[in-house]
């Protein structure tokens, strides 16, 4: 297995008219959860991914597991709870203003996850194991577990990794800062954008920030800087790597996750950072073209007929 990951994947009910929430009458339903983003994209992309969690027992969860499933990635490890639903979001669509987003996430299955759902020996025959800040702000034993698996990893000679995503309707900036420099220290890999590696470090030039977060313990950090690309930074190389130019964003969420897939893949495939950075680029560039987290992702066919822009700065 090249990826195993875990945590919340919730129902997405997006809003087809434009408006606010109360006036909108029909919506499309789609599945939204930054581990389960990841996964399906590297499964896109032709490697082999897992994703686990605790889904309700309802319709929902089972329409959450048929489409990861779908999508070729493992869901073997999944765990129905019958004693808590299933995680929903709902999304305005805006023609101008930011758009809302309601969650109803608490008390749900994923909020549930602790260290006993965890499967060591299937932590440890993966290359990767990939972990978000969203699953360490679901709830104590949630945030047990992401701990737990990351040193069941590391044991395991398995190399972690760990996109921050803030979410600080969840909880404090102060909290969520003191959790995620506490895990980084087991990390491999940091995939933080720029407004969090601003917030984990107290510093906002992106080189500094980057070099500030490879000084907490991993080894490699890809600075995620929106529309200007993404800057890469080990203890022997520095790159900066432009971003994919789009004339429309359709829908800016799961560019992160895009990101993630694509320059892991590139590191499953052996590439250099440069070459890694690129395909994550362009995986994030593709997903914003659409409505939906994943929709939008791009199998290998789609990437073989994209040529990657090679300006890069070392």
Partial sequence: MDVVTFGETMVLLAAVESGPLRFANTFTRHAAGTESNVAIGLARLGHSAAWFSRLG???????????????????????????????????????????????????????????????????????????????????????????????????????????????????????????????????????????????????????????????????IVALKLGAEGALVVSPNERVRVPGVHLERIIDPVGAGDGFAAGFLAGQIRGWDLARSAQLGNTVGAFAMTVVGDTEGLPTAHDIEEFRFDTDVAR
């Fill in 57 to 219: 027992d309802d319709e929902f969860g089972q329409h959450i597991t048929t489409v990861v499933r779908g999508e070729g990635v493992d869901t073997s490890h999944v765990i129905v709870d019958p004693d808590a639903p299933t995680g929903i979001v709902f999304k305005e669509k805006r023609e101008l203003g930011a758009r809302k987003v309601i969650y109803y996430r608490r008390g749900s299955a994923a909020s549930r996850l602790s260290p006993a759902d965890l499967d060591p020996d299937f932590i440890g025959q993966a290359r990767i194991l990939h972990l978000t800040g969203v699953t360490l702000a679901l709830s104590e034993s949630a945030r047990s577990a992401v701990f737990a698996a990351a040193s069941m990893a590391r044991e395991r000679g398995v190399t972690v990794t760990f996109d921050p995503n803030m979410r600080l309707r969840l909880w404090s900036r102060e909290e969520a800062v003191r959790v995620m420099r506490d895990l980084l220290p087991l990390c491999d890999i940091a995939l933080p954008g720029h407004d969090e590696a601003t917030m984990l470090t107290g510093v906002d030039d992106p080189d500094r920030a980057a070099d500030a977060i490879g000084s907490l313990g991993p080894s």
